[in-house]
């Protein structure tokens, strides 16, 4: 008999197949009894006809708890009042392991004991399904940049100097020197592509941010693609078409896990091309005819990139930054030295900054004295800034953040949900 997964099962009506799971419900109707199984895929409701099955296999119903492990046999037939369309009719039921006093129960719990049980939370239908999503995310974001010839190029975790800012390193000591748990990928990313052209690099990212709000964690997983001979706008168009084939992705191959969250799809489907582009300067205009306060050189909190956000019913690229908000190694506007070449890429419905990119300043002279205004340890770049001495070139790049990504497609309230096990300010167990 063929062992198959739930997900496949529309395949094999009227066959006899073996199914191996957990336990997810059950409910007795006397001679009657039905239990629905998951198996990581989906869900079959079966049925146990006590004139159909051997009593031995009848009385284990009574042991089965919630989450208990089981191998069960037999004949798929549809029926579309089932959850997925079709019923087992049970003639074999074997318990594997058994769970006793299951903690999570259908009642209502808090974040906190959630977030200690995460290890078992995430067998729940909604946690299940957005983990699925975030493989989806993954799996169509490298799949675009492989199809458009990209190179996969690792960065390394350990790393001796910041790229995002000293404030918010991670320190840990590498055999007596100092090192630090890597902010990005980007400058490594930009030595990969002097090499291969247009390259990226796709693994976790660490953020030592003391900050409490629903989009942060100290540990975060983006894709960055850099790219060779490319400016800002090559950056924006790849991220724009990047995001538009990732939520297709999503909409094709998890419409169900999407429905499983409750998700309305037809707000995912508004994020076409092109998205919509706006200055930095004409973000501040949107803050303020909100009746906010804010002045004109600072960069945007989550309450300002929400406002901005809420603007617009698709994804919305800001431009053109004050050099003072972002990060030593961008471009300066060569027709206002005030701004840099840079954007951030905003998703719609609230959820603020997803993608974060833009051009890299090329000139060697210029960059060091970037470093330096930074107050950063010039020995430290000094690799890095062997790329503008030896055939430099205008180079572009990006970082799109999954958790993020995740968060607005899923429309959760809280990033913690986004990805198995999370890190946050207060908490690195489970």
């Known amino acids: 008999m063929e062992r198959i997964w739930i997900k496949d099962i529309s395949m094999y009506d009227r066959k006899e197949i073996e199914i191996r799971g957990w336990l997810y419900n059950k409910r007795s109707s006397g001679k009657v009894k ?6 990581g895929t989906g869900y079959l409701q079966g049925v146990m006809l006590k004139n159909d099955i051997n009593d031995k296999y009848f009385d284990l119903f009574d042991e089965l708890n919630i989450e208990t492990s089981v191998i069960v046999k037999g004949s798929i037939y549809e029926d579309k009042r089932a959850p997925g369309g079709y019923e087992m009719s049970i003639n074999y039921l074997e318990i594997v392991g058994k769970a006793n006093e ?33 493989s989806e995310v993954i799996n169509a974001s490298r799949d675009f940049l492989n199809k458009r010839g990209f190179t996969l ?31 990005s990928g980007q400058l490594y990313n930009e030595a990969a592509a002097m090499a291969l052209g247009n390259v990226y690099c796709f693994g976790p990212s ?19 693609p850099e790219m060779a001979y490319a ?23 998890r419409e169900k896990d999407l429905e499983n969250i409750g998700r309305e799809i037809s707000i995912l489907k508004k994020c076409t091309k092109p998205f919509i582009r706006i200055t930095y300067t004409e973000a501040v205009d949107i803050i303020k005819s909100k009746g906010v306060d ?14 901005i956000a809420l603007h617009f019913d698709k994804p919305v690229f800001i431009c053109k930054y004050p050099v003072e908000v972002k990060a030593f190694y961008m471009k300066r506007d060569p027709d206002n030295e005030k701004l840099i070449l840079g954007f951030d890429l905003l998703a719609p419905e609230g959820y603020g900054e997803i993608v974060g990119g833009g051009q890299r300043e090329e ?10 205004e930074s107050n950063l340890p010039l020995d430290a770049f000094k690799w890095y800034l062997d790329l ?10 990006f970082g799109l953040g999954i958790e993020r990504t995740i968060r607005w497609i899923c429309k959760l309230h809280h990033i913690r949900e986004t990805s198995a096990f999370p890190r946050t300010l207060e908490r690195i167990y489970p």
């Open 34 to 39: 039905f239990v629905i199984l998951r198996d």
């Open 102 to 134: 299951y903690p999570i129960s259908k009642k209502e719990h808090g974040v906190s004991f959630l977030m200690a049980n995460r290890h078992l939370w995430i067998r729940s239908k909604k946690q299940a399904s957005i983990l699925r999503i975030r």
């Open 153 to 183: 190029v690792d960065a390394p975790i350990f790393t001796p100097a910041a790229c995002e800012g000293t404030t918010t390193l991670f320190k840990v000591d590498y055999f007596g020197d100092d090192a630090f748990l890597s902010q």
């Open 206 to 224: 660490f953020r030592a941010e003391k900050s409490k709000t629903r989009r942060h964690v100290t540990e975060f997983w983006q894709v960055e």
């Open 231 to 253: 400016d800002v706008n090559d950056a924006m168009n790849v991220a724009e078409d990047m995001l538009v084939y990732i939520i297709e992705s999503v909409i094709k191959n």
């Open 294 to 307: 804010f002045k004109w050189g600072e960069d945007f909190g989550a309450p300002h990139e929400e406002i």
């Open 363 to 372: 000139d060697y002279n210029t960059l060091v004295n970037r470093i330096e």
């Open 388 to 397: 503008r001495k030896y055939g430099s070139i205008p180079h572009s790049g």
